[in-house]
């Protein structure tokens, strides 16, 4: 694990940084942010629009990098988007055309503000209902009321794989056995498997995954959905402009046919140099090994937490990493100060899911979301400063 | 003085852990809510002859609005809104807090990430006290 986590920089500008704020970005490789600082010295032009060699070589980069990410989760073909939230907000705008007042939408009581706004928006566009699957107190999905909520109406299920407040692992094969071979697409918020749960999304069915690059030691700015040419087929493009279209007449204009036409405008070129490399990376550490590693630290330091007698979020049996808790009297984001004093770095809040904290009757929490580069010794610095925290502020 | 000491001064906590006016005055009609979406911190002020306040938040949001229901005390709407900006400028840089009572903010810079939790309650009511009818 040491080897890994030479290739951060950002650990030699803040040697005793314990970064568990994994959950709201990754920290980034060597390799990506050279390959972004190299592509504006010595490739930067724009795509589609240049015969000369530089504007070559950003279109190949375009195309190649679109390639090995489909190739990399093994689906059939990908969009850029600009992250998580623009690829929901996308989506929900280009289905509205499938959807009317007969039709119900299925989301779950753990989805990311993400993938649940967008939805009730277009609810209330279209007179749809939105229906919403719960979840037990120990944090897995009740997956026995979502198959009571569907019906042949639904027409879209679309839910988180790795809760980013519990942690929990959602089951994607048993949805889509749920979903069986209704008319509906099925959707999935990857946000938190993009990273290291790669075999989770290469392993199951959905019509489309939706994620950020920065969630998988990539750049910002840029996102991925993931889709089943199925679904695309039936999407009209969502974005009008430059590089989407052929023909341009006064009135109308027609749209190219292969998947640029939903990329409308000069997309983040620098950034997708950036997440090629990215992928390249992840695709050179042993996975496996990460996976156990997260899933370890995230249940010993829950373990420990208890112990100290803390409430931690849910059960924590099938964990991906995350630990939410309280502390008590102590507000969680007075936690959070007292430790970043120790170079601590975590996250307080609702962390855009209000709907977790209500069911647990709570207005925030503490996070502590780990990632590859995060060592068994770090858990004990973190219990050793909660240990100092309760005598600071009792 | 350590960082964390230079933001949880003695004084911050106690003020925190004993808050003043800190009471649930249903029976008070006008109330207005001070609410920070991104932390979910959530004061209701109930306003009557006296200031009280209650809910949820941190220490510094805490302390902060049981000073200013102290600071408040017997002054004009007037009165009121000109300190209200000064204190809310001199957290965002703009100048000093000399005020006494309100000297634990006097340098902003200790409370870096965190001014927001200072300002909510002061927000809160600096928007009341201009939407008022004059
Ligand atoms: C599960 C999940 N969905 C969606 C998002 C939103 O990602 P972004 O803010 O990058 O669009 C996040 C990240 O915060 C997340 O963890």
Not at chain 1, 127 to 138: I, K, N, Q, S, Y
Not at chain 1, 357 to 380: L, P
Request: hydrophobic share 40%; aromatic share 10%.
């Amino acid at each position: 694990m040491f080897a890994i986590k030479n290739n951060f920089p950002i650990f030699k500008a803040h040697p005793d940084l314990i970064f568990t704020d994994n959950a709201s970005t990754t920290q980034k490789p060597a390799a990506v942010i050279e390959a972004i600082s190299q592509y504006y010295r010595e490739m930067n032009a724009n795509v589609h629009r240049a015969v000369y060699d530089l504007g070559n070589q950003s279109d190949q980069i375009y195309r190649d990098t679109r390639q090995e990410i489909c190739e990399f989760y093994q689906k059939e073909t990908c969009i850029f988007t600009h992250g998580t939230t623009d690829g929901f907000n996308k989506l929900a705008m280009s289905l509205e055309n499938q959807i009317d007042s007969r039709s119900n939408i299925i989301v779950t009581e753990m989805e990311h503000h993400s993938n649940l706004v967008p939805w009730q928006e277009l609810c209330q566009r279209t007179g749809a209902e939105l229906r919403l699957v719960g979840m037990t107190d120990e944090g897995t999905l009740d997956y026995e009321q979502m198959e009571k909520l569907m019906d042949d109406s639904t027409r879209i299920v679309s839910m988180v794989h790795i809760s980013n407040t519990l942690g929990t692992i959602n089951d994607l094969k048993r949805v889509r056995k749920i979903i069986g071979n209704r008319n509906a697409w099925f959707l999935v918020d990857a946000a938190q498997s993009c990273a290291i749960h790669i075999d989770l999304i290469q392993n199951s069915d959905a019509d489309a995954y939706i994620f950020g690059g920065h969630k998988m030691f990539g750049p910002t700015g840029v996102g991925i959905l993931l889709a089943k040419k199925k679904l695309l087929n039936e999407l009209p493009p969502f974005h009008f402009g430059g590089g989407m279209v052929t023909e341009v007449e006064t009135l109308k204009s027609e749209y190219k046919e292969d998947v640029t036409r939903f990329e409308a405008g000069t997309p983040p070129i620098a950034q997708i140099a950036g997440l090629k490399e990215a992928v390249r990376f992840i695709s050179e550490v042993d996975l496996g090994q990460c996976r156990q590693n997260v899933s370890r630290l995230a249940k010993t330091l829950r373990a420990r937490l208890e112990a100290e007698g803390f409430d931690c979020l849910g059960k924590g049996q099938d964990t991906a990493g995350i630990v939410s808790v309280t502390f008590g009297d102590i507000h969680p984001h007075d936690a959070a100060s007292f430790l970043n004093t120790k170079n601590i770095a975590v996250r307080a809040g609702h962390h855009c899911t209000q709907l977790i904290m209500k069911k647990y009757g709570i207005q925030a929490c503490v996070r502590f979301s780990f990632s590859i580069y995060n060592r068994d010794q770090e858990v004990d610095s973190i219990m050793h400063a909660i240990k100092e925290m309760k005598s600071f502020f009792s | 003085m350590s960082r964390l000491n230079k933001m949880y001064q003695e004084q911050l906590l106690v003020e925190a852990k004993n808050p003043y006016h800190f009471d649930k005055r249903i029976d008070i009609e006008e109330s207005i809510r001070a609410y920070n979406p991104l932390c979910g911190d959530r004061y209701d002020l109930f306003l009557g002859e006296e200031i009280f306040f209650h809910g949820f938040g941190c220490a510094i949001s805490k302390a902060s609005t049981s000073l200013m229901i102290k600071f408040l005390e017997g002054k004009s709407n007037e009165e009121a809104i000109h300190s209200i900006k000064k204190f809310i400028k001199g957290i965002e840089g703009g100048g000093q807090i000399e005020e006494e009572l309100l000297l634990i903010f006097r340098n902003p810079d200790h409370f870096k990430g965190r001014h927001d939790c200072i300002k909510l309650s002061w927000n809160a009511m600096l928007k009341y006290l201009l939407n008022l009818p004059s």
